[in-house]
């Protein structure tokens, strides 16, 4: 019983290389998230995909893109890294939209950017 | 603008009390959900209560019960009879429309002994 998956746990990279963040839920949830988390700003959306076929920008877009690559698969790129986005970052997963359905999160990605 | 407001940075509180985390939202969509998540120390987001702008009463989980002031636009997180456990961070969050939800800054509540 997985649930939301997130790879890697750790990476450091350099200033203007590349990254994908992977992200899997097999709970058969239709909407998926990524956020990133940093000191004192709480959670910030960057992206979400409501169902497969679908993504949409969130508060803090710059500098990311996703791909739903299918139902259970989520990923996050960075093209070329920056500090600034030294951040933990955060996938979850939830059942449908609307209603009281929780988010489920994975167990986050710490990316350190030199 | 900001959405979603959490104006405690820290709280502190003696073990087997009671203590209030507060949240204030802004949303025009007359549907939303307002959700709080626990996040402990060793950092999983952990779900503890919801509370739907349609619902009449307050939610209650538990030791959780969610003081839900819809003309303030206030949705406090009351957490009852405090234990060691209960130090961690706490979110506020708010679902707008079907999809989008965004999180507060968060409180870090210390449960003292």
């Known amino acids: 019983n997985a649930g939301v998956t997130q790879t890697p746990k750790f990476q450091v990279l350099k200033t203007g290389q590349s990254m994908t963040l992977q992200c899997a839920q097999d709970?058969?949830?239709?909407?998926m998230y990524w956020y990133r988390q940093d000191p004192g700003m709480g959670l910030r959306l960057i992206y979400y995909?409501?169902?497969?076929?679908?993504?949409d920008k969130g508060e803090v877009p710059n500098g990311y893109n996703v791909s739903r690559l299918n139902k259970r698969e989520f990923s996050l790129r960075l093209e070329s890294a920056a500090p600034s986005q030294t951040s933990v970052y955060f996938c979850?997963?939830?059942?449908?939209?609307?209603?009281?359905?929780?988010?489920?999160f994975g167990d986050g990605t710490r990316l350190s950017i030199l | 603008a900001q959405k979603i407001t959490q104006t405690q940075p820290g709280m502190f509180v003696q073990e087997k009390e009671a203590v209030t985390l507060d949240c204030t939202y802004d949303t025009s969509d007359p549907s939303y959900g307002l959700f709080w998540y626990k996040q402990p120390s060793s950092g999983e987001m952990i779900f503890l209560i919801y509370q739907g702008s349609y619902d009449q009463q307050n939610a209650t989980e538990g030791r959780y019960s969610l003081n839900f002031q819809k003309a303030r636009k206030s949705a406090n997180l009351v957490i009852s009879a405090s234990q060691l456990g209960d130090s961690a961070m706490y979110f506020c969050?708010?679902?707008?429309?079907?999809?989008?939800?965004?999180f507060g800054a968060g409180t870090r509540l210390f449960v003292k002994a």
């Open positions: 995909s409501a169902s497969e076929g679908t993504t």
């Open positions: 969050a708010m679902r707008e429309g079907s999809f989008k939800t965004i």
């Open positions: 979850a997963s939830k059942l449908q939209g609307g209603g009281n359905q929780p988010q489920h």
């Open positions: 709970m058969n949830h239709n909407s």
